[in-house]
């Protein structure tokens, strides 16, 4: 059986597909012709995209300045080597100039960045991504005497406290959770049903200080009502998701015979 090659072309599609998250692919998407080596990191970028299980819809492309105003929210991808001398352990891809915003319309854009906040509008909404004010560290609680301190239930004391002084603002509409996939969990419209629900479900989580930056509020006019057919529109279905996927994942692996 004769053996099959990746077409050439294919390379390029992905870099023009690629490169308004990787800047360095750019310069590959026009070219005719690529050498062996520039194969190669194409390939190196959508294997290490495919191994973080990361769909780039969820991705929106930011500005060297928006990159620098965000640092320690950017997308930056974390895989275990699976050989080599680092075999097992976790290494973290810094060459993407992008952040994971999920769960947001095809007119995502970044309107605003303050310290404390990032602007977003989506779906024709602004939405308030409110960065989780930073707490005393382990280190900090340990120089203190406190050794029973829990970094867990300190996340969810200051979590509940941001999302109250959120729903202090009657333009505050609906609240998610902000992690550093974009938004996730369900929307709450009262400060109590987030409590609530934090106090069952956001207990069972690990790790919360790694992945949690915040939280996500859309904003509205105050006498607005947002419905829940409105809500049903935020979120991409999992059959739309599942769709594209297929395409990318055709036009990576797409083959010729070899002659």
Known sequence: MARRKRDPQTYIDSAAELSPYVPKLKRFSRRKKLKPWEKSYIARIENIIRRS?????????????????????????????????????????????AMQLRNVGEDVRILRIDPDKMVVESNKRTWIYWKLPPGPSPAEMEEAGEEAFDMGEDEIERIIALTAKAFRNPKAKLVYL????????????????????????????????????????????ANETITAREIATFTPTYEERRERAKERKKTWRKRRKKK
């Open 178 to 221: 902000w992690s550093q996939h974009g938004r996730v969990g369900i929307p709450m419209r009262r400060v109590q049903d987030f409590v609530r629900w934090t106090v069952q479900k956001y207990s069972e989580y690990q790790q919360t200080e790694s992945w949690l930056n915040g939280i996500a509020i859309l904003v509205a006019d």
């Open 53 to 97: 299980y990361t769909n780039i819809d969820d991705l929106i492309p930011i500005t060297a300045k928006q990159a620098k105003a965000l640092k320690g929210f950017t997308f930056e991808p974390e895989i275990i080597a699976p050989t080599g001398r680092f075999a097992g352990q976790p290494k973290r891809f810094h060459m993407f100039r």
